[in-house]
């Protein structure tokens, strides 16, 4: 890391012909992977990657240079080239005068997972494997450990010094499973904890996570398609608030609002919801994957409610996305890596508790859909997302599994139709959400909830 004269002179280098503001973005990153495919280690890898960004802004426009060299007069030339792109003249650059921020992480490390011997690793695979030996009809198994240790400091010429750390350790599970009908269905999913090896040490969590998996597999085997229609749609507690990520957390970010292209344009303070829906972001909650101390931008995280009572309350910005809407930024400026520039992306996104009976929101539907699982999906004015589990009602019970789904619509059209959403609020392991800067680590989550009437898009003729 640089020292902070030096620091100082490299953002001082990067306004002095007329930007207004300038970061730098420093990271180090070791990142170890194992893979086990049928109880054989097949590859161990160890990563490490450091570099640095330099982000300069002038009004609403912006440069963003990025170097692996991380060198003192390395640096200094990104700087001096940041500036020519963005080509604004003479500057007049102020003294920097910097200020340590030191914010608690809401995911403290007790044990460093670089520190763990891979014999460890491989036992925790190797238990976790074994606890699928009695599934039938088991055709592959591969299981892969994966852990990240992200270290950022991040200076600004507003005074800023700040850093923070980012561990994580996540065990995946792929596997291919033939039913009785000789159906082979290949599912993956991922068992995942922002912390250290503490926290995925225990094989008695991950082997209970293995054989949860597999059985909802064997479930889906036995899935029937339905025809595609519009029905009303009750989405489980838990992961499948996928459909609140996809249908309006990345339509409520500022990078879609300040180009136009979400339909939440404009609409502050108005209704856009049903008045069941409270839709919130909160980067600080302990122990979720899209929890950090700061953003990108150092940027402490918070709550932000987006929606409160189905009344639209704000956006999530970036610093330049709160500059082009005229507001701050509300720490979600994130990126993947140095390589990338920030932009505005959600944390851990959620639907606020209600009150609504859960066993109700079936009982009442004569023909309809239970969603248990959701997949991946794409958002934006229309929204997709696939539905990987789920049960078809009929006169208020769960008659059989379902497959080969999706929901789709508009997504202020769809959240204007909820009518009912529980008072059981469950989180889920998390993932990873793919934009403009990258992959982010997020979750998103609700308690159960239900939507009057929605496009569902089956295979069955």
Not at 1 to 20: F, H, I, P
Not at 53 to 74: A, K, M, P
Not at 296 to 321: F, M, S, W
Request: charged share 25%; with cysteine; hydrophobic share 35%.
């Amino acid at each position: 890391m640089l020292t902070q004269d030096q620091t100082r002179c490299v953002l001082e280098q990067a306004v002095a012909t007329g930007g207004d503001f300038a970061e730098l973005f420093w990271e180090v990153k070791e990142e170890r992977n194992l893979d086990d495919a049928n109880g054989i280690v097949s590859r161990a890898t160890a990563v490490r990657t450091a570099g640095a960004g330099i982000y300069l802004l002038c009004g609403t426009r912006s440069v963003y240079v990025c170097t692996n060299d991380l060198c003192f007069s390395s640096l200094m030339e990104a700087a001096r080239r940041a500036a020519e792109l963005l080509g604004n003249g003479n500057g007049k650059p102020g003294e920097i005068r910097f200020r340590m921020q030191q914010i608690a992480t809401p995911n403290p490390v007790k044990l460093l997972p670089g520190s763990v011997e891979t014999e460890r690793k491989i036992r925790l695979l190797r238990e976790t494997v074994a606890a699928t030996a009695q599934f039938s009809g088991l055709r592959q198994m591969q299981t892969g450990y994966f852990d990240s240790d992200q270290r950022v400091w991040i200076a600004n010429t507003d005074g800023l010094f700040t850093e923070d750390r980012r561990v994580a350790c996540r065990i995946r599970i792929h596997a291919a499973m033939e039913g009785e009908n000789g159906k082979i269905l290949s599912r993956w999913s991922d068992f995942t904890r922002p912390a250290g090896f503490e926290a995925i040490s225990d094989s008695e969590a991950t082997s209970y996570f293995a054989a949860d998996f597999l059985k909802r597999m064997q479930v889906s085997l036995r899935a029937e398609p339905i025809r595609s229609g519009t029905v009303p749609v009750v989405l489980d507690a838990g992961s499948c608030g996928t459909f609140w990520h996809e249908c309006c957390g990345h339509p409520l970010e500022s990078v879609a609002i300040a180009a136009g292209s979400s339909e939440f344009c404009g609409k502050l303070g108005q209704q856009v919801a049903s008045s069941k829906v409270t839709l919130v972001d909160d980067g600080t909650i302990p122990g979720l994957y899209g929890s950090e101390a700061v953003d990108d931008e150092g940027t402490p995280a918070r709550k932000n409610i987006l929606i409160e009572n189905g009344i639209l309350k704000g956006y999530l910005c970036d610093r330049l996305g709160g500059r082009k809407l005229g507001s701050a930024s509300t720490g979600n400026g994130r990126k993947q890596d140095y390589t990338y520039a920030p932009v505005s992306r959600m944390t851990n996104t959620y639907l606020a508790p209600g009150t609504d009976d859960e066993e109700e929101m079936i009982r009442d539907i004569d023909r309809g859909l239970f969603v248990t699982g959701c997949g991946g999906g794409c958002g934006g004015r229309e929204f997709s997302i696939e539905v990987t589990e789920g049960w078809w009602i009929e006169n208020g019970k769960l008659v059989h599994p379902v497959s080969g789904l999706t929901l789709n619509g508009r997504g202020m059209e769809v959240i204007r139709l909820v009518d009912r959403v529980g008072s059981r609020l469950e989180t889920e392991s998390g993932g990873y959400c793919g934009a403009s800067s990258g992959l982010v680590p997020t979750t998103s989550f609700q308690p159960r909830m239900r939507v009057s009437a929605m496009a569902v898009g089956g295979t069955a003729e």
